[in-house]
């Protein structure tokens, strides 16, 4: 079982909490907004939460996966928008581990340095002299208004044929338009909205493979295949929606009290509630942790052991998020009317719990590609 090292994160969970009282003060603004304000993601920059992937050598903290994980979880539970910026920006700190080291450095020298990603090939790149020429919208740009760089996922085109597969091209700011598309019901705060180059060039040594990109730092964390390490990135922002929920009914429950006079923690079914989101949160938790053990025990073994370790990952991570959803739903059901008004922390959860297993990265479908294996069939899908 992966262990934690409490000392390696002690400051960002500590950075964590003291951003409570900034992100109450303006937590109105998110959803008005659609978006982080800049004084809180000044804060979360400060505390060093979008570099948590980054090489040692360039002076990062180089995280765990469990490591990572439990402080996008303590995010989360904060709030969930917080939590997904983090995982999301935190989580790509890790392209310093596959870009030349001299281009790395440069681009995380900046202390604001914050880069944006999207996953769906909907760009396409021509090769041209020195690099690519690349067009493409992506959605869920994650962040959007605070980046730096950003990610695009584009396909090689040969003429008229689409030939090779994805890479991952990097535009600076001022190649990119951004497009107001993120009006949505949950994770508002995230602004996730559309950005589009067209016609960008992209220098070779700003692009890299998706799907098997070559580690240029020593890490374990860079050797973990791409289709892998995404979503678990994200995957600790459901949980930490789901812990903060529990955490935010428990102290409603001491308080609130039913029709009948009495307080809601002395009701049994109340009691079962927390007590089976316990057992949820802590099997999600195990199950990861197990899952990506198994992982790391076979990133050197054959493709059959390494594709089995694959596909369990990815349904821990589904099942993670189910869990997560359905913990949130029980407990918000246990709270009563008290729960759909805006100034509860529950409505604000139920909301954003739904976006964000609404991602790819924690689809179901997962369970369709482990089966398969397990039935000695071939996974049906090409990116899992």
């Known amino acids: 079982m992966l262990a934690i090292t409490p000392s390696r994160i002690a400051g960002h969970l500590d950075a964590i909490e003291k951003l409570a009282p900034l992100v109450e003060e303006h937590r109105a603004s998110f959803d008005r907004d659609r978006r ?30 469990v490591e990572f994980m439990k402080v996008v979880e303590a995010a989360s539970a904060l709030e969930g928008s917080i939590g997904w910026i983090v995982a999301n920006g935190g989580g790509m700190s890790r392209i310093a581990g596959y870009l030349p080291e001299p281009i790395a450095r440069e681009w995380f020298a900046d202390p604001c340095a914050f880069v944006v990603s999207a996953t769906g090939a909907v760009g396409s790149a021509t090769p041209v002299a020195g690099g690519y020429s690349v067009t493409g919208r992506w959605p869920f740009g994650s962040g959007a208004s605070h980046a730096t760089r950003f990610m695009g996922l584009a396909a090689v085109s040969d003429g008229n044929n ?190 954003d719990i739904n976006a964000a297993v609404k991602h790819i990265a924690v689809s179901p479908q997962s369970y369709i590609v482990a089966g398969r294996l397990h039935l000695g069939l071939d996974p049906g899908a090409m990116r899992f």
Not at 46 to 63: I, N, S, V, Y
Request: proline share 5%; charged share 20%; aromatic share 8%.
């Open 36 to 65: 982080l304000p800049e004084v809180v993601f000044r804060a979360m920059t400060d505390a060093g939460l979008f570099r948590l992937w980054l090489p040692a050598a360039m002076g990062g903290p180089e995280l765990s996966p």
């Open 162 to 351: 689409i030939s090779r597969p994805p890479r991952c091209y990097y535009f600076s700011r001022d190649q990119v338009t951004i497009h107001d598309t993120w009006h949505v019901s949950g994770l508002r705060g995230t602004g996730s909205s559309d950005f589009e180059v067209n016609d960008a060039f992209v220098a070779a040594e700003h692009t890299h493979d998706f799907i098997a990109p070559a580690p240029t730092q020593p890490g374990t964390i860079y050797r973990i295949p791409g289709l892998s390490i995404f979503p678990w990135s994200i995957t600790g922002a459901p949980l930490g929606i789901a812990s903060g929920v529990m955490a935010a009914f428990t102290k409603s429950a001491t308080q609130k009290r039913a029709r009948q006079g009495i307080l809601l923690m002395d009701r049994e079914m109340v009691q079962s509630a927390l007590g089976r989101a316990e057992a949820i949160l802590g099997a999600a938790r195990a199950f990861l942790a197990e899952a990506m053990t198994g992982l790391l025990a076979v990133l050197d073994d054959d493709r059959d052991h390494l594709q089995r370790a694959r596909a369990r990952l990815r349904i821990a991570c589904a099942y993670a998020a189910e869990g997560s959803s359905s913990i949130v739903q029980m407990l918000t059901s246990e709270a009563g009317a008290s729960a759909i008004f805006e100034n509860s922390a529950l409505e604000r959860a139920g909301r």
